[in-house]
């Protein structure tokens, strides 16, 4: 097999392999990565002296491995957060370190944000619980709240907003205050 028949059986393949994708993964920007991907183990695999006896099934399975790999990884940074290079996590570590100012910043900001969120009528402030500390969906918050996913979504925008000039305001009056 020549170096650019996978590849063109491949891009043969494509919509079926995209639906497939979009099955598994239910996105279609995930499903497009993905096959992407997919299409770079494909190159390096069938450059190899291997044998590949029936092409489709073989690059079915890379594909569904790669979609599998895709959406662990997904999930494990929505649990954890974003990994972060550990160049740029040293490099912001070192800033942080040598740079008292930056803490002390960051320190009046938190305290403004927790002042401002503290003033939050109680219906708001259960939103923002149930979203960003108990990590809830969009979903599930509509399902408690008895209200739709669309509706949460502008609530929870119109509150980040309001505290945002919240704190604003209160740094703003602190600075003048010093």
């Not at 491949?10 to 239910?26: C, D, K, P, V």
């Not at 569904?64 to 940074?77: C, K, N, P, V, Y």
């Not at 979903?139 to 704190?167: F, G, V, W, Y």
Request: charge should be positive; aromatic fraction near 6%.
């Amino acid at each position: 097999m020549t170096e650019s028949q996978p590849i063109q059986q491949y891009l043969q393949l494509r919509s079926e392999f995209m639906g497939y994708l979009y099955a598994i993964t239910r996105d279609a920007e995930l499903a497009e990565e993905v096959y992407q991907n997919a299409a770079v183990v494909i190159i390096e695999k069938a450059s190899s002296d291997e044998a590949i006896r029936n092409f489709r099934a073989w690059a079915k399975e890379v594909v569904r491995r790669q979609a599998l790999h895709a959406i662990r990884s997904r999930e494990t940074a929505r649990r954890h957060g974003r990994a972060i290079a550990p160049e740029l996590l040293e490099a912001i570590s070192k800033t942080f370190c040598e740079d008292e100012s930056t803490a002390s910043i960051v320190q009046e900001e938190a305290k403004a944000m927790q002042k401002c969120v503290d003033e939050l009528p109680q219906e708001k402030k259960k939103l923002v619980a149930m979203r960003y500390e108990h990590d809830a969906t969009f979903d599930e918050i509509s399902s408690r709240m008895n209200s739709t996913p669309a509706a949460i979504q502008r609530a929870l925008s119109r509150i980040r907003k309001m505290l945002h000039k919240c704190t604003q305001r209160r740094l703003a009056l602190s600075e003048v205050q010093q």
